[in-house]
């Protein structure tokens, strides 16, 4: 285990990680607030240009913001946003209904994805270095991501678990990903049936709408987690740490920590900039941010191409 | 049948307080936890994926594993988190003229 193995080689104290994994309500709750306040900034963008073609943009730059609820949800699922465990559970579930990933489900797939982290065939979250700009551009498109979600929700809510699937959910809780997904079905025929029975339609346009044109930005930053590292075992090379501006630190809830992440999970978010300071010489850092990291796997389409 | 004897296992001072203190016992890694209600043993490993729970976030009575954030009671061993959801190994445990003793 990478953190066993980082407090053997000597590159984190016993002490220090105690420090690092202290949790506590107030910061994620300091940083909702402030959530609330941009996500209700962008709402009224698009209630500005309701009647002019700035909705597309304002919709977009909304739907930026409404694609992160997978930040806060991925936080969730390691119980590192509260101190308080059962509202680490709340709001996985509520960001989870608003992207349509239930929660439970990606708990237990992202703990393989822990246990395999970019293991060619093993990792269940690993997204394919493209082998052409074709396919590079189709991830970015977020199409295969929708086509593979609304397939697994279908299939869960039909119940039915795929092979994989069954490896990684514990058996005790088969049933429960198949009513968590049944549910979130409901929830959505429900949120639909209400639009339909008082004829106001507005959450196509702050809800729908906003999340499929921000999800090829969640793709495009997803891409820059593990995609063109080496498909090895050891986390210092199979992950990739972005330094990147506050705001899409704040976005992304310090996920572009992301080998610090990899390395000792238990770490809440507030901390992973100091561990950051801690881990840097030991880990693989993109100092270009985001685009480097695009740059770096556009560069290895080209060279695998010649 | 007599029960299993009791055996010194580390000092009280030499727990970490309000922590979890990992102790090797011949070929056995035990946890022990220093907890608002005392003191409480465990065995070290996950019995989902094998990582140290000595190395996990440990909070009033629950210890969760540092890999996926598994968690377990540490008064009964009841898993309250999964992936984590079989009981972990539990020790009875006192203290003896200041040494941590575990019925092991």
Redesign the interface.
């Known amino acids: 285990m990478p953190l066993t193995q980082a407090l053997a080689e000597g590159k984190l104290t016993r002490e220090e990680l105690k420090t690092f994994m202290q949790r506590s309500d107030g910061p994620a709750l300091r940083r909702l607030a402030l959530w609330i306040m941009v996500l209700a900034g962008t709402t009224t963008l698009i209630t500005l240009a309701w009647d002019s073609w700035l909705i597309w943009p304002a919709m977009f730059l909304h739907g930026i913001v409404l694609v992160h609820h997978f930040s806060i949800q991925h936080e969730c699922v390691h119980y590192t946003v509260f101190r308080t465990r059962w509202l680490n559970d709340l709001v996985g579930q509520i960001c989870g209904i608003i992207i349509m990933l239930p929660h439970r489900f990606f708990r237990y797939e992202h703990c393989d994805h822990h246990t395999y982290t970019q293991l060619t065939g093993k990792d269940p979250e690993q997204v394919p270095m493209p082998r052409s700009y074709g396919e590079y551009l189709l991830y970015l498109s977020a199409l295969p991501y929708w086509k593979a979600k609304f397939t697994e929700v279908a299939r869960h809510a039909a119940g039915r678990l795929s092979e994989t699937e069954r490896r990684f959910i514990p058996r005790e809780e088969y049933a429960t990903v198949i009513r968590d997904a049944r549910v979130m079905l409901a929830i959505y025929a429900l949120i639909f049936a209400a639009m339909a029975l008082s004829g106001w339609w507005g959450l196509i346009w702050y809800w729908i709408i906003p999340v499929f044109l921000g999800e090829p930005v969640m793709r495009f930053i997803r891409m820059t987690e593990h995609v063109g590292r080496p498909s090895v075992a050891q986390m210092s090379e199979n992950t990739r740490t972005n330094l990147v501006s506050a705001p899409w630190r704040f976005l992304c809830w310090n996920m572009n920590y992301h080998a610090e992440h990899h390395y000792v999970a238990s770490v809440p978010f507030h901390a992973l900039p100091r561990l950051h300071e801690k881990l840097r010489d030991h880990i693989h850092v993109e100092p270009r941010g985001y685009l480097g990291a695009h740059l770096d796997i556009l560069r290895q389409i080209r060279e695998a191409r010649t | 049948m007599s029960a299993k004897p009791w055996r010194d296992v580390i000092a009280v001072d030499d727990l970490?307080r309000n922590?979890v203190t990992r102790v090797q016992l011949g070929d056995r890694l035990i946890a022990i936890y220093d907890t608002p209600s005392g003191i409480h043993a465990s065995l070290a490993l996950c019995n989902h994926?094998g990582?140290?729970l000595c190395?996990?976030?440990f909070?009033g009575h629950?210890i969760?594993c540092?890999?996926?954030?598994?968690?377990f009671d540490v008064r009964d061993g009841r898993p309250?988190?999964?992936?984590a959801?079989r009981p972990m190994r539990i020790f009875e445990t006192r203290v003896q003229d200041g040494m941590v003793q575990l019925r092991i």
Do not use: F, K, N, S
């Not at chain 2, 540092?66 to 968690?71: C, D, E, I, T």
């Open positions: 970490e922590w994926g990582a140290d190395d996990g976030y909070d629950v969760e540092p890999l996926h954030q598994g968690a309250v988190a999964a992936p959801t």
